[in-house]
Structures are given as structure tokens and as C-alpha cells.
């Protein structure tokens, strides 16, 4: 077969990876939001018990390897009878190690929002806790977008690594239907091609997010 025949034929199944690494990356990236939030807050707002905490779990997961930290999940904790499906070490490996990231890009996008907005809710009554959740936290998503979609879009990317721990994700496939046939450059060139367009469209689609919620003047 041409190169055509050949990748005609074998799009169907890389197509199925591909939902596969999508399902992967939406996944980790809504536990690294649920997560990020609160330990940016922690880092910002916190007392310095928990400053010290949420700055212990930043640092130790953007500060060590994601291979490394999913293969403590998946060969390392059955050790000691805590046993994951390879997706599911996957989701969390990936979801625990965003999360760690996307807690700075919130601790950047809270300190970008200018203090006297803080001290005027204060002065009119509000709590803390209130003003946080309605002064603050509206104009740090606002203000997160573009650095939160380059994370969306590494994380993508990187769930490629899952590989490694027999998740059927779209590299996966692309090396089994590469030993089988041996043509490997033919296949990571569709697979390149497939990671190409899907970071494509989701840059365009964040990119017109982002000039719909623009704060003007920013």
C-alpha cells in the first residue's frame, strides 16, 4: 500500500486512541482545576500552616518527574495493596501533576487582581470568604485564560506518556499497529499530524473564550 492506503486504513483505530488521550485530558485537567483552586487560595490567602502545605504539594509534584509519579501510582503503591486500573493511575497521576501547575497560574492571576479591591469589599461589610468568591475569583478566571489553555494544551501532550503504564491512548496504538506493520515513520506521522490538528482546534476555540471574557483595559 501508498501512503495514502496505508493511512486510510489505519485511521480508524488511531482515531479511537485519540479519543482515548482526549477522554484522558479532559479528565485530569477538571481534577487539576477542583484541585488548583483551593491550594492557590492556600497559597495566597492561607495561614502559614496551610501556605506551607499547599507550597509542600507544588513543589514536590512540579518539582519531580510525571513518568516518575506515575509509575509510583501504578507499580509502586500495589506494593502496599493500592491497586489502579492503567487509566484510572493515569487520570490521577496526571490530574495530581496539573493540579500542582494550575495552582500557579491561579496564585499569579489572584495577585494580578490589585489589592484595594480586597480592602474596598472589606470596608463595605463583606468577609473574606465573600469577597474571595465574589470579587476575586471572577475577575482570576477571567484573567487565567491564556496561561490555563497553554496548560490544557501541555497536558494533552503529555498524557501521551501513559503509554508507558499500558494505557491504550493514541501513541499506544500508533506503536502497535507500527510493530505489526513496521512502518513506523508512515504512522507518527499521522499520529504527529492527529496531535497537530486536535491542538488546533482547541486553540481556536480557547482563543475566542478568551477575547469573549476580556477584561477591557487588560
Known amino acids: 500500500m501508498n501512503f495514502f492506503e496505508f493511512t486510510w486504513s489505519i485511521l480508524p483505530k488511531l482515531l479511537q486512541g485519540s479519543l482515548t488521550s482526549l477522554e484522558l485530558t479532559v479528565l485530569a485537567i477538571s481534577i487539576g482545576l477542583i484541585l488548583g483552586i483551593p491550594l492557590s487560595l492556600g497559597r495566597v490567602y ?20 510525571i513518568l516518575t509519579q506515575l509509575f509510583i501510582l ?9 491497586m489502579f486500573p492503567p487509566f484510572t493511575a493515569a487520570v490521577i497521576g496526571l490530574g495530581l501533576n496539573s493540579a500542582a501547575y494550575q495552582a500557579e497560574y491561579f496564585r499569579g492571576a489572584i495577585q494580578a487582581v490589585k489589592d484595594g479591591q480586597m480592602v474596598a469589599a472589606r470596608s463595605i461589610g463583606m468577609s ?17 485564560i491564556p496561561s490555563w489553555s497553554n496548560e490544557l494544551i501541555l497536558l494533552l501532550k503529555a ?8 494505557v491504550s491512548e493514541l501513541v499506544s496504538v500508533g506503536r502497535q499497529i507500527a510493530s505489526r506493520n513496521f512502518r513506523t515513520f ?8 492527529i496531535y497537530f490538528v486536535i491542538v488546533e482546534v482547541l486553540n481556536r476555540i480557547l482563543h ?5 471574557i476580556k477584561i477591557p483595559g487588560l
Do not use: C, D, H
Open 46 to 65: 492561607g495561614n502559614k500552616i496551610i501556605y506551607t502545605v499547599t507550597t509542600i504539594y507544588i513543589e514536590a509534584f512540579r518539582g519531580t518527574p
Open 74 to 82: 501504578y507499580f509502586g503503591l500495589p506494593s502496599i495493596g493500592i
Open 128 to 144: 473574606k470568604i465573600k469577597a474571595i468568591r465574589y470579587i476575586i475569583l471572577p475577575q482570576m478566571f477571567r484573567l487565567v
Open 159 to 166: 498524557s501521551s506518556i501513559a503509554y508507558m503504564i499500558q
Open 186 to 193: 508512515e504512522v507518527f506521522l499521522v499520529i504527529a499530524f
Open 208 to 212: 475566542s473564550v478568551e477575547r469573549k
